[in-house]
DNA sequence: TCTCCGATTAGAC
DNA sequence: CTAACGGTCTAATCGGAGA
């Protein structure tokens, strides 16, 4: 019995996200930017058409899109986290075996659905009507194949957004494997396909078929699976319930250069309180923290410099005041006045359930969910009233280091006084 | 020799 | 006017330190 496990991948999420609330530009090329207006992190399909390609930086390609009239948006990701949560609410009433994978994509596995085809279809419709999102769905025995899948129903308009490998026969699927390049294989990037080319593996049908002992000694076992998953034999399981992180980092590059130490701090007190926020909203406790600062990188006439220094914290603790304390101090030990810093921030790890909380003489007391009271108001109220209604520390006071985002659009689910008619 | 650990690498999106 | 290039997260692997 074959497994018939879809992957749903929302179409050019972000640029949907925006659209939904523009109909005027639902024909213009419209890009997306990542944080500080920085890179292209998503294109609709004109765009992609121009040539602009993913990930690439924005000053690059700047001219090439006024040419073509392109709008570029900055990322707006309460807007996108809210689409998501909704498109996913959907998709999760087609079967309880389902695995959020990422803000835009859910792998449901639908086998046993009868008229399975059918469904998908469905499916699509029932995502486009009730949350205006565009989506397309690839079927296939494993993870791998059904991400191959909805590569192919992305790809040929003729699949009209539904693809399921399942119903090829061996030959067919040889060609079809045939013609994809491995790179579009999951788990296979850059570098990979480079180094798969000097063993003369090229196509994804190559891969399915390469010598199993060579490939796993000289590229490893995620590579072996990866092959598997190919073949038919699932490696990867659906992972149904989300882990708790392991790591949470919060980390920002400047709107431009600071060479501010008390600048740096009140930076750095502003990814505590990120950091430390998921992590009670995860409800554990974190034992060392780390701190880091970067100069520009990309300046090869300026001195670089890139500290990073940890220390572990006296109890594990989820509080922002005792972390900030910490990181303001480990920001002091690193601060070199003669650098131009352009990026700064925060890794909390060896992370635990506040379960596992040993108590100590020494540590502020702590509720059930494992947080002081402060700290569990200062949550409720930025919930109520939206992220930075309570700082701590100076927190933001400072300007000079705050992201540039020059084309934000109005967060028109989650804050009512962002509505357009609301201004 | 075995195990543990930190650093490095590769990938996803 | 000029400079302008993201943020988070995981798993595997490797080499050295220490038991």
Redesign the pocket.
Known sequence: MKQQLA?I?CNN?YVSCERLFRPDIRKTPVVV???????V?SRSNEAKAIGIR???????C?ELAKEHGVLALS?NYALYADLSNRVMSILSTYSPRHEV?????CFVDLTGTAKLRDVSYQMREHVINWSGIPVCVGIGPTKTLA?LANFVAKRHPRSKGVFNYNDLNEQRQAKLLGQITV?E???????????LAEHNIHTVEELRHAHTPTL?SE???????TQRELQGIACIDLQEVV????????????G??VQDVDVLKDAMST?VA??CA?LRAQESHAALIQVFLHT????KDLPQYMP?L?IPLPYPTNDSLAVNKWAGFLVEQMYKPEYQY??A?I??SEISPVTHYQGDLLAPEITETGSTKLMTAIDQLNQRFGRGAVKISTQGAHKGWQ??QERKSPCYTTNWNELPHAQ
């Open positions: 992957l991948d999420f930017l990542s944080n500080n207006d920085g890179c992190v993913m990930g690439q930086p924005w000053f690059e700047k990322s994978y990422s803000i835009d994509e991400k790179d294989v999951w788990g296979v990037g850059r570098r990979i396909s480079k180094r796993r590229f490893g076992v995620v590579m072996e699976k882990p708790d992180k392991q790591q949470i980092i919060s980390s920002r590059s400047f431009s250069m990814f990120n950091a998921k520009n990188r990309f300046r990073c940890a352009k990026k921030g890794v909390l992201m540039k």
